[in-house]
C-alpha cells in the first residue's frame, strides 16, 4: 500500500538526503493504517517534489515525549547542533489530539 503525506522543506530535505529516517506523527487514522513494507509517498506542501520510502519500523508512544527519549535526535532530523525537543512538535498537533490518538515513529528508509 502507498499512503500519501506532506511535509515542509526542512523535514523534506532532511529525509530526501538519509539524515531524517523517522517520521513523528500522530496515530490518528490515517496513520494507523501504516505497516511494516508499506510505502510513502512524501510530498512537499508545494507539491514541486516527491520522495518515496519503505516503512521498516512502528513504534507508538503515549506522547512525544515518550519518543524523543527513544530515539537519538539525528533519525529524527535535528543536527547535531541542534536542540531537540518534544515542543517543536506542537506547532503541528495540539495536546488534545495527542492524548486522543498518541504517536508514532514510522520508521523510513529511501526507496
Do not use: W
Request: with cysteine.
Amino acid at each position: 500500500m502507498i499512503h500519501k503525506m506532506k511535509l515542509q522543506k526542512g523535514p523534506f530535505e532532511s529525509i530526501k538526503s538519509g539524515l531524517k529516517r523517522v517520521e513523528m506523527r500522530l496515530y490518528d487514522e490515517k496513520r494507523q493504517l501504516v505497516k511494516i513494507g508499506d510505502e510513502i509517498e512524501f510530498t512537499l506542501f508545494d507539491g514541486t517534489d516527491t520522495i518515496f520510502c519503505v516503512v521498516e519500523g512502528i513504534k507508538r508512544f503515549c506522547d512525544f515525549s515518550q519518543l524523543y527519549k527513544n530515539y537519538d535526535k539525528c533519525v529524527l532530523g535535528y543536527t547535531k547542533d541542534q536542540v531537540a525537543s518534544p515542543q517543536d512538535m506542537a506547532q503541528y498537533y495540539n495536546s488534545d489530539e495527542i492524548k486522543k490518538y498518541g504517536v508514532v515513529a514510522i520508521e523510513i528508509a529511501l526507496k
